[in-house]
């Protein structure tokens, strides 16, 4: 259960020349943001609004955020009901605003783009939150840390690593303040009441992504030197049942190591070790933390085991044989190979391989009144090499094996009854949901839906879905070359890795301005002319005769050595992030 201490969820918003007032509906005090000194400060309901008329309805106070132009508040204007957990309700952001404070003409252009940026970034789906519930806490730590946050506010108690807007809220940290601070996770969220064997229960997911290292599929690849990796990713499945409450929570992320995979223009850039940096000492740091927050680990790890995928597979079982660190277990799966010819049946292997340890690690289990019957000691880690498409079917997998071992627990279903077989109508939602889940998270890393959710929704392999499959991959070759700096860019904006300067494109150089080299427009040039050339030759021909064909192989040929071109120089026809470029690419 949460305290009483929750946000307020109507609010009327006043613009005045000198502030920024926003009224809670019923609260008997108001927040005031004054929009010249920047001073926040919250009293009493008095004669601040005498003769004002509110200038909107709001839901939320998300933050302020400083631009070249001036700071800007960002505000919830819409909202979508998406259901009841724990007692509490859970909305997803559908829309908002982004006002400004005192807004001038210097550099109109390049506050532009960073709007652009910014509204990137929060338009991609979805955000989450709830004015009651702590949505970034899993429930067995809520319980863990009840005792040190029972009087603090939503955002004081909520975990750093899956708040999205904590760096815009840091600039409301004046008194009294908790009530109107918002957080906001990322993610996915579906709750939904069940029937099983007469039984009635709420079962939900909770997908939380972590705001450190955050970032696009092959702009954000494994490790820091903090420990922490790229698309790290929480996930939560949650039963209600007759005053009892299950958890059993997985993750996922990139290979802790240090290794990029850098856009070319080629289909499937080579992953490659960065030299010079100390792996092992990352490593190390990531799963002390993993161990800390989490218990005992079992790395998952599906990528090939040959090939280029087939270095990093290596380096990350040599690692952890180094951490010799009994708490950390891997286990290796190279899932390509062993469900080639679409015998997906053979992913059983894995999770039979990993029955001791979902029997080990158990979920968490407690009581409307506080009487603890078990805790989670433990999480599977699960990866592949973006920690999208393998890794949502393997975790679809565990968690239906964990959800039979709950609803059992709970007399649900039947000794020896798999959920799987209870209900059609149930097993249908569960694939879906994970699909939906994979769809969302893939979304947010790579810009397209997942691949192989045909599986996780039917439990099969259909041509349609490869079909689809191809689609995604070919949609997600143009967005990871060509549109995802800026995107890049955007989440390193929002969650604040980046911090304006106002004397940029003055005294100091904007990072936003930057020019191709001359191979960005001779080389497309040549190929665009030489195509059309080739086009007009081999069709309107007045006679088809030796000049002709030689014609035809001389623009044949521009056209070849034209498109090597484009693919040796491909790293110069990248959309790279401006604000934080790979060092790979500084300087060009």
């Given amino acids: 259960m949460e305290d009483d201490n929750e946000v307020y969820d109507d609010m009327n918003l006043y613009i005045t020349p000198e502030s920024f007032i926003v009224e809670p509906n019923g609260s008997g005090e108001v927040l005031i943001i004054g929009r010249h000194d920047k001073v926040t400060r919250v009293q009493p309901t008095g004669g601040q609004l005498v003769n004002l008329r509110p200038t909107r309805r709001i839901c939320g106070v998300l933050g302020t955020i400083h631009l070249l132009s001036c700071d800007y508040l960002l505000v919830a204007t819409h909202r979508l009901f998406v259901g009841v957990l724990n007692g509490s309700i859970v909305w997803r952001l559908a829309g908002y605003d982004i006002i400004p404070y005192i807004p001038n003409a210097i550099q109109r252009k390049e506050n532009e783009t960073y709007l652009q940026m910014l509204r990137k970034t929060l338009d991609t789906k979805y955000l989450y939150f709830s004015y009651r519930y702590d949505l970034t806490h899993t429930m067995q730590r809520r319980r863990e840390l009840q005792a040190q946050t029972v009087r603090q506010g939503l955002l004081q ?98 290979m802790p190591f240090h290794w990029q995979q850098l856009p070319n223009l080629r289909y499937k850039p080579r992953p490659r070790l960065v030299p010079g940096k100390d792996h092992l000492s990352a490593c190390a740091a990531h799963f002390r933390q993993q161990v800390q927050l989490y218990g005992a680990q079992v790395a998952v790890n599906l990528v090939d085991q040959k090939g280029a995928e087939g270095e990093l597979e290596a380096t990350f079982a040599r690692l952890v044989k180094e951490l010799a660190n009994p708490l950390v277990k891997y286990e290796a799966f190279d899932f390509h190979h062993e469900c080639r010819k679409m015998r997906w049946d053979r992913l059983n292997i894995l999770i039979d391989r990993l029955t001791h340890d979902t029997e080990r690690f158990a979920f968490y289990h407690c009581f409307d009144d506080g009487r603890l019957v078990s805790t989670q000691t433990g999480v599977f880690r699960t990866n592949c090499i973006d920690c999208l498409d393998r890794t949502n079917v393997v975790q679809s997998m565990l968690a239906r094996r964990s959800l039979t071992s709950v609803l059992q627990k709970l007399g649900v279903l039947h000794v020896g009854q798999p959920v799987e077989q209870a209900s059609r109508v149930f097993e249908d939602l569960f694939k879906g949901v994970w699909a939906d889940n994979a769809d969302l998270i893939s979304l947010q890393y790579s810009g397209t839906g997942a691949l192989k959710t045909d599986f996780t929704r039917t439990g099969k392999r259909t041509k349609a879905g490869a079909l689809q499959d191809g689609k995604n991959s070919m949609i997600r070759y143009y967005l990871n070359n060509f549109a995802d700096g800026q995107r890049q860019d955007g989440i390193d904006l929002f969650l604040g890795n980046y911090l304006i300067n106002d004397n940029e494109g003055g005294a100091l150089p904007s990072p936003l301005e930057w020019r191709r080299g001359w191979r960005f427009f001779a080389f497309p040039s040549v190929l665009l002319m030489a195509m059309a050339m080739f086009m007009i030759t081999l069709t309107y021909p007045a006679e088809f005769n030796t000049e002709n064909l030689l014609f035809m192989l001389f623009w044949g040929a521009m056209i070849a050595v034209s498109a090597t071109g484009i693919l040796h120089y491909g790293v110069e026809f990248v959309q790279w992030p401006r604000l934080f470029p790979p060092v790979a690419f500084r300087g060009a």
Avoid at 193 to 208: H, P
Avoid at 210 to 238: K, M, P, W, Y
């Fill in 157 to 254: 108690r909520a975990d750093p690593r899956f708040v999205w807007n904590g760096h815009v809220l840091q600039q409301f940290q004046c008194d009294k303040m908790e009530r109107f601070q918002l957080p906001l996770i990322h993610g996915f969220v579906s709750v939904n009441q069940v029937q099983i064997n007469g039984q009635t229960f709420f079962w939900s997911i909770v997908t939380r992504r972590s705001v450190q290292r955050a970032g696009t599929r092959l702009f954000c690849r494994g490790i820091n030197d903090e420990g922490h990796v790229a698309n790290f990713v929480e996930t939560e499945q949650i039963v209600e049942f007759n005053g009892q409450h299950t958890s059993f929570v997985q993750t996922r992320g990139s």
